[in-house]
């Protein structure tokens, strides 16, 4: 009598989650030492997926990531659960889990951290700039701080508009041309909070997210930063120098104040480290509005420092570093260098 033997999966799914491990790494060797290759990719395969995977999950008005995470934790810890005498089942999907995970991250992430910056594009003189230069950018940001402040606030419309500022900005510069997905708030933006993240990019969904808790002024360019991101420019500075340029140049006057605001804290804190009294004397000229959110966004962050912030901080230094953003966090103050060369055209 013939018997039909039963074969477990185990072993195929461990395996293709060994394949996508393999990928995955085929696409970090390939961007470290390719010339050009991680360039190429971005601007030919990486823009269709946006296109593709972001108009599909675009169509759900909620953060899919979030949602995938949750789903993803409530389903891992129910399989382990229910088959926790059988390892092997549990071990080749966390295998598989592991595989896609690396591969889906390398392919609409990390290999775009190899492209030519943005800044390369722009030509931009990005040196050493003197402090009275620096206390020139700070005026004329206090300036249009001071100008485009405004009471207003449309927030179920800002994800629109800075899709909009983004294809604007596409407008002038062909690197950041293409289709751009709205950015969708986390619905528990506590998880952001307390690691200090005014917002983050999935690479797994194609999604920029933003924390809706944060002071207002703080949204509209932590939207077009993480848009930026779906463009391919992943470095940190880079896309907060090019949220700027989308904010500032929007027909919004929200973003304008929020781009401007923006940069006068990064500006702002540069020149508090080199001229206290000229920083403190741009302070005191802004209006009280102005101050008013400035102290309110202080008050917001200083309620989730501690122990998690420090050691998100700490991964965020590592995570950069392992993308050759050698300098860590410190990265973000090349905002101010792009700023200065970008004023000084």
């Not at 296109?51 to 999950?57: A, E, L, N």
């Not at 549990?90 to 992430?109: D, E, K, M, Q």
């Not at 775009?112 to 700039?129: A, G, I, T, W």
């Not at 950015?183 to 005014?198: C, D, E, G």
Request: net charge neutral; hydrophobic share 40%; aromatic share 12%.
């Amino acid at each position: 009598m013939d018997k039909t033997v039963k074969r477990s999966p185990d072993k195929a799914i461990a395996a293709a989650g060994l394949v996508l491990l393999a990928a995955a790494a085929a696409g970090q060797f390939a961007a470290r030492h390719a010339e050009g290759f991680a360039r190429w990719y971005s601007i030919h395969i990486y823009s269709v997926i946006v296109s593709v995977v972001g108009r599909i999950c675009g169509l759900v008005p909620v953060s899919v990531s979030e949602l995938g995470l949750y789903t993803l934790a409530v389903l891992s810890v129910w399989y382990t659960v229910r088959r926790r005498r059988q390892w092997r089942s549990v071990v080749s999907r966390a295998v598989f889990i592991l595989g896609a995970a690396a591969f889906l991250y390398t392919f609409n992430c990390g290999i775009n951290y190899y492209r030519p910056p943005f800044s390369s594009e722009l030509s931009l003189d990005v040196r050493e700039s003197s402090v009275e230069e620096l206390r020139n950018l700070c005026e004329y940001l206090t300036q249009k701080v001071n100008e485009t402040a405004d009471d207003s606030s449309y927030r179920a419309q800002w994800a629109l508009w800075g899709r909009d500022a983004m294809e604007r900005l596409g407008e002038e510069y062909d690197g950041l041309r293409g289709y751009y997905p709205r950015a969708k708030p986390v619905a528990v933006s506590w998880i952001l909070s307390v690691q200090q993240l005014s917002g983050i990019y999935s690479p797994f969904t194609v999604e920029g997210n933003y924390n809706r808790d944060m002071t207002d002024y703080n949204i509209p360019h932590t939207i077009c930063h993480e848009l930026s991101h779906l463009r391919g420019f992943m470095r940190e500075d880079e896309a907060n120098f090019i949220g700027y340029l989308a904010c500032i140049g929007s027909d919004r006057k929200i973003f304008q104040y929020s781009g401007y605001l923006t940069g006068w804290v990064y500006a702002g804190n540069a020149l508090a480290g080199q001229d206290p009294d000229g920083y403190r004397e741009l302070y005191g000229r802004l209006t009280p509005r102005v101050r008013e959110d400035l102290k309110r966004n202080s008050e917001f962050w200083n309620r989730y420092e501690g122990k998690v912030a420090e050691v998100s901080n700490q991964l965020n230094d590592t995570y950069l570093k392992m993308n050759d953003q050698k300098e860590g966090v410190r990265t973000y103050g090349r905002m101010v260098d792009l700023m200065l060369a970008y004023h000084r055209e």
